[in-house]
Structure formats: C-alpha cells, structure tokens
C-alpha cells in the first residue's frame, strides 16, 4: 500500500490526526493507496510555512524564480512515463492519454509561467507634471483547490502562475486523484524550490478545501471544480473581500451546420464527446445537428462510436476509454441514462456499465449517445461529465443558439462550419467564455480561460493568471 504525504515546509508530513483516507484504482475498483486525511492543523502548519517563505521568495528575481520553475518543468518531463502510468492508476484514465496530454501539458505549464513572467510588465501614466507608475505586487499567500479530472494538469495550472508571480502558495489537490499531486512534491524538493514555498495539504474537500478558504490570512482561493463547491467558496470568500477565481461546470454545445468539413467534424466530434470518459469540463455533450444532414451524422456517429470507442483496462494501448474515476461518479453517470430513459430519451449506442476481463469491479461505461429530448430537460440541463451525449436536429441559427444559450452554464462551445460569417455572428452572441470554430480543445496558454454564468468567475491563463496572483498599486509622482 502506497502511502501519500502531505508538503509542508519543505518537507514530507503525515497528517497531524494520523487519519488517512482511502485512495482507489478506478481500473480495479481496489484500494492501493492512502491518503492524509488532513485538517485545520495541517492548514495552519502549512500557512505558518508558506507566511514564513513569502518574505524571501517575493523579493527573489524574477530570474531565479523563472529558473526554478524552468527546473520543476523539466523534471517533469524527465519522468513522464513515471508520472503517466501513476495518473491512469489513480484516475482510471488510458496511459497513452496520460502521457500525450496530461503530463506533457503539466511540463508545459511551469514553462509557460516561467516564461511569461519575465515578459510581464505594468503601465505608466503621463500627466504634464506628474508620473503614474502601476506596481503589479503579488498578493501574499495563496490557496489553489483543484479536481480530479485532469489531476497534475490543473493543478499545475494555478500553482505555476501563483509561484512565478511571487506568491507563496497552499495547494490542495482532489482527494479522488492525490497521487501525482505527491509525486510533484517530491520534484519541488530535487527541484530546488525553498522551504514553504510551496506546500501541498492532501485531504478531504470539507476540512482542507473549506479550511482554507475560510483562513482569515490567505489572501486569494483559485478553484476549480463543480459549481456547487465553487458556489460555497463564493459565499464564505465574498464577505472576506477574499479575491477568488472559480472555473465551475460546464454543458457544452456542439454545434453542427451541414456546409461543414464533414470528416474533421467527425473525428472531432467523437474526441469531444468522449475523450476522458467525457470527464473534461469543455466536452460538448450536448451535439445540436442541422436538420438536413442530422441522419446522415447519427448514423455515422454511432457506427464509429461502437467501432472506434473501444472501452478497457488503461494499461492497454487499445483503449480509447478507461474508467471513470470512482464508484460515487460511475453510479450518477448512470442515474443520469436512467433518467434519459425516463424523460423519454432513446439510446442510440451504450447505456450501460463494461466489465473487461480481469476488471470485473473496476468502473467503466459504454459511450453512450441519447436522441429524442427536449432542449429543457433535466438530462440537457445538467452537468453528468461522463461519456454521454444527446444529440438534437435544429432548423435555423436562431433556434440553435436558443438552445445553446438557455442553460445556467457557460463554459466552452463548439461551432462547425465553413461560413465565415455565420462562425463570426455566433461567436459574438453565444453565452461561454470559449469558442471554438471548426476544432476543439486547441490551446495556446496565452488566451483568456474561463466560464461565464454558472460556469466561471474571472479568467485563467496567460497574463489574465498573473494579473489574478498581483494586486495593482498606483504610484503617483509629482515633479
Ligand atoms: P468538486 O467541486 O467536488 O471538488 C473540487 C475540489 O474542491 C476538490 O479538491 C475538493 O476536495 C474540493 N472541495 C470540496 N468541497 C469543498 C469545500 N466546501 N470548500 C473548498 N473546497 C472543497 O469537483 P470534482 O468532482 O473534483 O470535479 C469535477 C467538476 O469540476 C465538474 O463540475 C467539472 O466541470 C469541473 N471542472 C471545471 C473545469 C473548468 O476549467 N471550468 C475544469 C475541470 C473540471
């Protein structure tokens, strides 16, 4: 049984209740694992830390900052088939995902902040006998809560911008998926990075995650996960005057014109709904398909779902699904087909649970396609983040973008076609802080990331991340 330990202070600590929770391999539906099951005390241990580091490590040059972050980057990269093969074994998802996108992504991140720091500069303001120069300071400490979905990759993701800005940091990785989240801390130590820097608190969401953001000294609480968590983060950090940065839910729209590039919207299409087991937050589950080419797209869809979508162990390079990340998850994914079935939704394709040899009580769902609701029901209206999608026939543009708009959520949406000014027209006026044209998931770390409505408050990525971890502060100067 391997056991995970906290990162506090430059070291690695068991939890101060000697309590740890139970880690699982979704692939086996087993136990292999332990995590701390932390709390108030291992918060304030790791706050007294990172208080302890902020002094040194705000005033250390951006250089040396760049520098050791440069270093975690490459030491990632140097062990990825280590870290790969620990984040399908905790997450359920394939290895070859792991290592193509998730460990890669994670390198990327420190990279990307270690770079982006040094070119990031504030204005100055001209008056005819004075001076305004803005000072971009970082905040002090600050809290990162992270989910389970994309575990190094997200978490890395707020860590990167919070070090290279200056701030010292608490960071709490899900406690469904804490394994590479472990492995990272062991870098930061071979890496170099001083002592309270950065200092990783595992545990549950209720003691750690809520402990932190209710600390009345930690500065700033980036999260990301669902909107019900975000929701309460929010109502705790508001009267604080806390700052907070919540990428929530999302229920995406795909949608489909039938003067599209067929074939890439295709292949696209099926990564988009799938890739994961679906369990990324800018999946397009809900597929809206002009009515003229809606046949020719269903019965193209669901022949290469069932011919290409091979569910399996994540160890094998024939899987293009794994396991979904726990029993608590697998069991309302499919609460969610049921009530498909319910509200009167045909299933096309899946529907239902996979048992591969050997796997017997790991959890794995078919990819599953539904037809036949209504834009307003419960099953197109909620988040199930799992390998299902529904898919709609739609008449006009105005229709289309009434059904991608009248949800609570507004992440990511998808739109294909090959007219110009129609990609142009809903870009303008759908409701998600992302937009993509004729491709999906295509990242450049420098663009503005994040939800609207019930999907997200403020902006990650690029200089929108450091712009989060600073405070401005204008200097005037009279001459
Ligand atoms: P979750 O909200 O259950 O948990 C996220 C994190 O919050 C975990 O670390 C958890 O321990 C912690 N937490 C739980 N209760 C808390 C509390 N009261 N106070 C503080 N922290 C608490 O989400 P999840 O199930 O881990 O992840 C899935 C969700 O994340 C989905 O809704 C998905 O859409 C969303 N997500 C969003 C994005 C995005 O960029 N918008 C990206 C990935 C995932």
Redesign the pocket.
């Known amino acids: 049984m391997k056991i995970i330990h906290n990162y506090i202070n430059g070291k690695l600590l068991a939890p101060e209740s000697g309590a740890y929770l139970d880690n699982y391999n979704p692939a086996k539906g087993e136990v292999y694992a332990k995590v701390p099951d932390s709390d108030v005390r291992d918060v304030e241990r790791a706050y007294a830390a990172a208080n302890a580091a902020f002094p040194a490590w705000s005033a250390t040059s951006i250089t040396e900052r760049s520098r050791i972050l440069h270093k975690i980057a490459d030491l990632i990269a140097a062990n990825l088939d280590r870290l790969a093969v620990a984040e399908s074994l905790d997450n359920g998802k394939p290895i070859w995902l792991a290592k193509q996108v998730d460990i890669p992504r994670a390198s990327s991140n420190f990279r990307f902040f270690a770079q982006a720091i040094t070119q990031f500069a504030t204005q100055a303001h001209e008056m005819t006998d004075a001076i305004n120069y803005t000072l971009r300071q970082p905040l002090g400490v600050v809290g990162t809560?992270?989910?389970?979905?994309?575990p190094l990759y997200?978490f890395t993701w707020k860590i990167a911008p919070a070090l290279a800005a200056g701030n010292t940091v608490i960071a709490?990785?899900?406690?469904?998926t804490p394994m590479t989240a472990f492995l990272l801390s062991e870098l930061c130590i071979e890496a170099g990075l001083p002592k309270g820097v950065l200092n990783i608190v595992h545990g549950?969401?209720?003691k750690?995650?809520?402990e932190?953001?209710k600390h009345p000294k930690i500065k700033a609480i980036s999260?990301?996960?669902?909107?019900?968590?975000?929701r309460?983060?929010a109502r705790v950090a508001a009267p604080m005057f806390k700052k907070i940065s919540l990428?929530?839910?999302?229920k995406n729209p795909n949608i489909i014109f039938a003067d599209c590039n067929y074939e890439k919207m295709l292949t696209t299409t099926l990564r988009s709904s799938f890739a994961n087991q679906g369990q990324?937050?800018?999946c397009g589950s809900r597929v809206f398909v002009e009515a003229s080419l809606y046949e020719r797209f269903k019965a193209d869809f669901v022949r290469l779902t069932q011919s290409t979508m091979q569910v399996g162990p994540p160890t094998e390079a024939t899987s293009k699904l794994g396991a979904v990340v726990s029993k608590a998850?697998y069991e309302k994914i499919l609460s969610y087909i049921e009530l498909a079935k319910e509200e009167g939704g045909t299933i096309l394709t899946g529907g239902k649970a996979v048992f591969p040899a050997g796997h017997e009580h790991g959890w794995y769902i078919e990819p599953t396609i539904i037809e036949g609701l209504p834009a307003d029901c419960r099953t197109n209206q909620e988040?199930i983040?799992g390998p299902v999608v529904t898919i709609m026939p739609f008449e006009t543009e105005a229709e289309v973008l009434a059904y991608a708009n009248d949800i609570p959520y507004g992440?990511s949406s998808t739109i294909w076609t090959e007219n110009i000014s129609r990609a142009n027209r809903i870009s303008k006026a759908i409701d998600a802080g992302i937009v993509w044209v004729n491709t999906w998931l295509l990242r450049d770390l420098r663009t503005p990331?994040?939800?609207v409505k019930h999907?997200?408050v403020g902006r990650e990525g690029g200089f929108e991340a450091l712009r989060f971890f600073t405070e401005a502060k204008n200097v005037c100067i009279q001459f």
């Open positions: 809560i992270s989910p389970w979905n994309l997200l709490k990785p899900s406690e469904v549950d969401g209720l750690v995650g809520a932190m953001t999260f990301t996960g669902s909107t019900r968590v975000g309460e983060i990428e929530m839910g999302g990324i937050c800018l998850h988040e983040f992440l990331f994040g939800g999907s997200g």
